[in-house]
């Protein structure tokens, strides 16, 4: 073994022992609030009937997307639910959704603070480069140093792991709103918080859910490999498939992970992009029909 000329990891692991001497009871409650948050989502999750919830995605995939999508959603979550991983999907499905909040309700305002300071802009990429490209199972260990084992240093390796696109495309879409848009609000005397709330974050959105899209998909791919530490969910049966070398298992939890993924992609893209009228949507059919019979003449009536 090579001499080190340069021990990081031991400064690492100083700066560990140093945070947790010195502010454990801080991370201990902060852990218990984060558990507390999760707990509650999954408890919501857990609550109506697996009929119930399937109905109202199944619901949303009709109102946002139409009935094609419609009918795979009410496919798919039945197909989970006959090969017996629906509590185990609802679990990642909490574990996502919560990871997924904490990370927008840092990233969005992080990103909206580089689009308007060039120097924290500058200072934050190298670290969101940092955390985008640092193997996703480091960020396991010192979680569970900070937070023992178990659903939060799961859901704290996920935020640090699926916060950067909405940081990125925050900033990303409020920069790119158009000069003229902006110059405009300045003329009618709109205020520093008016221009944002009223003019750059309204054109910026298509970018901003861009952002939620791509934060969701990386904090549900976390998820599954934070069963390593106790997170539980269908990460706990894709490990218990790679321990026992079981195809089955980890072809049945796997394809749970898969639908549950795309399902998760189409409803938020679809929130990013102006809803289109398509040939396969029963709103698009309904408004179609009600449009031919306004306009159609009535017998024995002329032009």
Not at 4 to 12: A, F, T, V
Not at 145 to 162: D, N, S
Not at 271 to 288: K, M, V
Request: hydrophobic share 50%.
């Amino acid at each position: 073994m090579s001499d080190k000329y340069l021990d990081l990891g031991s400064w690492i692991n100083d700066g560990v022992e140093h945070l947790l001497e010195n502010y454990g009871d801080a991370f201990d409650k902060t852990g218990q609030w984060v558990s507390g948050f999760s707990e509650g989502i999954e408890a919501l999750l857990m609550f109506p009937p697996a009929w119930l919830l399937i109905a109202l995605f199944v619901a949303l995939g009709l109102w946002r997307i139409g009935a094609r999508f419609a009918l795979f959603t009410a496919v798919a979550f039945t197909l989970i639910v006959l090969t017996g991983f629906w509590e185990q999907t609802l679990v990642t499905l909490g574990l996502t959704l919560s990871a997924t909040l904490i990370s927008l309700l840092v990233g969005i305002p992080l990103g909206i603070w580089a689009a308007s300071s060039e120097r924290i802009s500058t200072v934050t990429r190298p670290i969101l480069d940092f955390m985008q490209t640092m193997p996703a199972f480091v960020y396991l260990i010192p979680a569970a140093m900070l937070f023992g084992l178990g659903r939060v240093p799961g859901i704290f390796a996920t935020v640090i792991f699926a916060m950067p696109p909405a940081v990125r495309l925050t900033n990303l879409g409020i920069r790119q709103v158009n000069k003229e848009l902006v110059e405009a609000g300045q003329a009618f005397g709109c205020n520093r918080r008016q221009l944002l709330f009223k003019v750059q974050l309204p054109n910026a959105m298509p970018s901003i859910m861009a952002g939620v899209n791509q934060t969701i998909m990386m904090a549900l791919s976390m998820v599954i490999i934070a069963s390593m530490v106790g997170a539980g969910g269908l990460g706990n049966d894709v490990l218990a498939s790679i321990q026992r070398l079981d195809i089955g298992l980890g072809f049945e939890s796997g394809m749970a992970v898969v639908l549950l993924a795309i399902i998760l992609d189409r409803i938020t893209e679809s929130f990013g992009t102006p809803r289109q009228t398509r040939s396969d949507s029963l709103y698009a059919r309904l408004c179609a029909l009600l449009s031919s019979a306004k306009t159609s003449p009535t017998p024995g009536t002329t032009k």
